[in-house]
């Protein structure tokens, strides 16, 4: 099975920039649909964006829309999430996550593998 580890995560004023990173060993990444999802203290784990198999297909929350970026590179098993114009809303642990599922799906009851996650924090 694929392991995953996230970095890039931070403190970062609002406005500013981030790239989040994840590495996959074990298994070739490309097998994967891959997703990233955030959660937040007190609040369940919610879907951020999802990048089918040969990155042609992407898909975003409404609340990224604009301001998010996914991004694979199979080659190197990696998966990319690039964020910029960063709100303190935006602040959460982020986790990257694989699936089999055909699509790229929003449900995070469909990924069977994820990483540990790192935290991202927005500075007001």
């Known amino acids: 099975q694929v392991q995953l580890v996230e970095s890039g995560g931070g403190l970062v004023q609002a406005g500013g920039s981030l790239r989040l990173s994840c590495a996959a060993s074990g298994r070739a990444v490309s097998l994967y649909v891959m997703g990233w999802f955030r959660q937040s203290p007190g609040k369940e784990r919610d879907f951020v964006a999802a990048?089918?198999?040969?990155?042609?297909?992407?898909s975003y929350a409404d609340s990224g829309k604009g301001r998010l970026t996914i991004s694979r590179d199979n080659a190197k098993n990696t998966v990319s999430l690039q964020m910029s114009s960063l709100k303190p809303e935006d602040t959460a642990v982020y986790y990257c996550?694989?699936?089999?599922?055909?699509?790229?799906?929003?449900?995070?009851?469909?990924?069977?593998?994820w990483g540990q996650g790192t935290q991202v924090t927005v500075s007001s």
């Open positions: 996550a694989a699936t089999t599922t055909i699509y790229n799906s929003r449900d995070q009851r469909d990924y069977p593998y």
């Open positions: 990048i089918s198999r040969n990155g042609g297909v992407t």
